[in-house]
Structures are given as C-alpha cells and as structure tokens.
C-alpha cells in the first residue's frame, strides 16, 4: 500500500447514465465519440444478425461477416480504451483529492438502461469505475463506503428526509403523477425542487 498525503477531505459520486455526479461537478461518461462508436457497433450488430438470419451458419464462413465482424471487435476495443481512460483519470483524481469516498451499489444502476444504446458497453463501464476506485482506494489507503443497495438516494429527500414510495417515486423518466422530468426531485411538504443527481450525491454525503 503507498500512503497519499491526507486531505481530510470527503465525496460521493453518484453514477448516471452518461455521467458521473460529485458536488465539485459532473464527469462525462458518454463523450460524441463514444455516442458514435455505440451506434457504429449498433449498426454492425443489426448487420451480422441479418446475414445469420438469411444464411444460418454458413453466414459466418462468408468473407463480408468475417470483415463485419472485425470492424465490430475493432470498435469494441476503441469502446473500452475510452471508457478506461475516462475511469483511470476521476479515480485518480478522487484518490489524490479525498480521504472517504462513497458511491452507490453499482447493480442497482446496472438493471436500469434499456433505453441506452448498447448498454452492455455502458454497464460495463460501471462495474470496471467501481472495480478500478476500489482497487486504488485500497492501495493508497483511502476509505470507500459501497451505499447498501436498497440505500433510497434518489427516492430520499435530502433536505427533510421524506422516502417517497409507490406513484410518488422519481423513476427514471421522471414522474409522471406529479409532472415531473427525468432530472427533476420535488417533495411537496417541504417545498424543495432540485436536480434529481444533486439530490442523490447529498443523501450519499450523508453517509460519511
């Protein structure tokens, strides 16, 4: 283990589709050019499945899917070494920066992405930030606290600590009884309207 010097400092990232949420700011996790290279290997995909359909198993014997399939793996490989150089920079900066960090059980996220395009890609990501923070929290002897996976981060308000439960929960398109957006955490009671990732971080702060 190699001892970084002590900030005394304390965050809590929340993870998004598309970004990393922290009170000091937002980290990009779905820059143009992975937007493109997910809808590249979408197309490629969709592709491949035809020739399979049309020709069975002989489809992969033909040199048009074998050369498919290499412009596939070829961009799945550019997929990960942009997703990794994303991860491998805010982790660092988290452990140079702070002494306690914390951040959600990562399945919870994992089980609600079917509107993202290729979200294999995307959820693999999560579990490679997750894998990759603690890993490094270990070896400079930084503190991860992992929120138990029924934490209600997004569902808690962090203002007066009401859980919203049943038709007032927030879900991932908003809510729909109360005319809410996606980014959009209202409590009623206590009059507070904020950024529904904002809301989340704070509850996750709490932890610490």
């Known amino acids: 283990m190699t001892k970084k ?7 809590a990232v929340d993870v998004n589709v598309g970004h990393f949420d922290y009170p000091e700011g937002q980290v990009k996790t779905l820059p143009n050019n992975l937007k493109a290279l997910y809808k590249r290997i979408k197309h490629y995909q969709r592709l491949l499945a035809r020739k399979r359909l049309v020709n069975g198993k002989k489809a992969t014997q033909a040199n ?13 490989r550019k997929v990960a070494n942009i997703q990794h150089d994303i991860v491998q920079k805010f982790t660092t900066m988290l452990v140079n920066d702070y002494e306690r960090i914390a951040i959600e059980d990562l399945a ?35 503190e991860l606290i992992l929120a138990d996976r029924y934490y209600p981060s997004t569902q808690r308000c962090s203002a007066c600590g009401h859980v919203k439960t049943g038709e007032d929960k927030v879900e991932l398109d908003g809510n729909k009884q109360h005319g809410t957006k996606h980014n959009e955490y209202v409590y009623y009671e206590c009059g507070v309207v904020m950024d529904r990732d904002e809301n989340a971080v704070r509850n996750l702060l709490a932890l610490l």
């Not at 048009?64 to 799945?76: C, E, H, S």
């Open 5 to 11: 010097t002590k900030t005394g400092q304390k965050t």
């Open 64 to 76: 048009n899917y074998v050369k498919t399939r290499a412009k596939l793996q070829r961009d799945y």
């Open 108 to 142: 919870v996220k994992q089980m609600q992405m079917s509107h993202v395009a290729s979200k294999g890609l995307h959820r693999s990501m999560f579990g490679y930030f997750k894998q990759v923070l603690k890993y490094k929290c270990e070896w400079y002897g930084k």
